[in-house]
C-alpha cells in the first residue's frame, strides 16, 4: 500500500491528493517514520503552498497525524516555517486550523523551539 499511497501524492491530479489527505488519518498511522519523513512529508508538504485554500486547509489538518513520527530536522527547518507562514494566511479558516495545529504539536517540539 505504502508505494502506492507516495506515488498518488507525487500525482499532479489535485483531486487524488485531496482524496488522499481527507483520508490521511486512516492510513497514515501505519506508515514507518522512514517513510513518513523520506516520502510522504516532502509531497503532502507541497501543499502548503498550494493557491487552493481548500488544500491548504487540508494539509495543515494533516500534520498532527503524522507529527509524531517525523524527525526534528523536518519539523524545525521546514514544519515550522510553513505553518508560520500560514499564520498570515489570507483566508481567516486557515489561521484558525494552523493555530489549533500548533496547539495540537507542541508537545512533539523540543523544549527550546517551544519557549520561541
Not at 494539509?59 to 521546514?78: F, G, L
Request: aromatic share 8%.
Amino acid at each position: 500500500v505504502a508505494p502506492s499511497v507516495v506515488k498518488w501524492f507525487k500525482s499532479p491530479d489535485r483531486q487524488l491528493r485531496i482524496n488522499l489527505l481527507e483520508h490521511f488519518s486512516t492510513y497514515a498511522k501505519h506508515f514507518s517514520a522512514t517513510l513518513i519523513n523520506d516520502q510522504i512529508y516532502p509531497s503532502v508538504a507541497q501543499g502548503f503552498l498550494d493557491q487552493s485554500p481548500s488544500y491548504r486547509d487540508l494539509t495543515v489538518k494533516a500534520i498532527p497525524v503524522i507529527i509524531s513520527k517525523m524527525n526534528v530536522n523536518n519539523v524545525n527547518n521546514h514544519l515550522l516555517r510553513c505553518l508560520a507562514t500560514l499564520q498570515n494566511d489570507m483566508e481567516p479558516s486557515i489561521r484558525y486550523n494552523t493555530t489549533i495545529c500548533v496547539a495540537k504539536i507542541a508537545e512533539y517540539l523540543t523544549p527550546d523551539t517551544r519557549n520561541k
